[in-house]
């Protein structure tokens, strides 16, 4: 059974950083895509990054990109993000997503099967 296991995240200042990590268990990874999903209040989930465990492109939302990077380390079966220069509107509940087909990471949650069990990441000015 896969699992996916969150950590990081917590409350920090306006252009401060953060790192969320994302440990998978309980399956063979090499086909997998993964990605990073945020929930601000009140809104729908929405894509933020995503990453081939093989390697590939690294897609990332307008935005976060220039500021967010999505990393895979194989041999700790981790996969983080890294948010940097942290804004207000950064602030919502953060997602690790595992989809089990071959293809490329896609931005829409449904493609996605296994979830994490979801972080707070509030930004404050």
């Known amino acids: 059974q896969v699992q996916l296991v969150q950590s990081g995240g917590g409350s920090v200042q306006a252009g401060g950083s953060l790192r969320l990590s994302c440990v998978a268990s309980g399956g063979t990874f090499r086909s997998f895509s993964m990605a990073w999903f945020r929930q601000p209040p009140g809104k729908e989930r929405e894509f933020v990054a995503g990453i081939r465990w093989s390697g590939g492109p690294t897609p990332y939302s307008d935005s976060v990109k220039g500021r967010f990077t999505i990393s895979i380390d194989s041999a700790e079966n981790t996969v983080y993000l890294q948010m940097n220069s942290l804004e207000p509107d950064d602030t919502a509940v953060y997602y690790c997503?595992?989809?089990?087909?071959?293809?490329?990471?896609?931005?829409?949650?449904?493609?996605?099967?296994?979830w994490g069990q979801g972080t707070q990441v509030t930004v404050f000015s």
């Open positions: 997503a595992a989809d089990r087909s071959w293809g490329l990471p896609t931005m829409t949650p449904q493609d996605y099967d296994y």
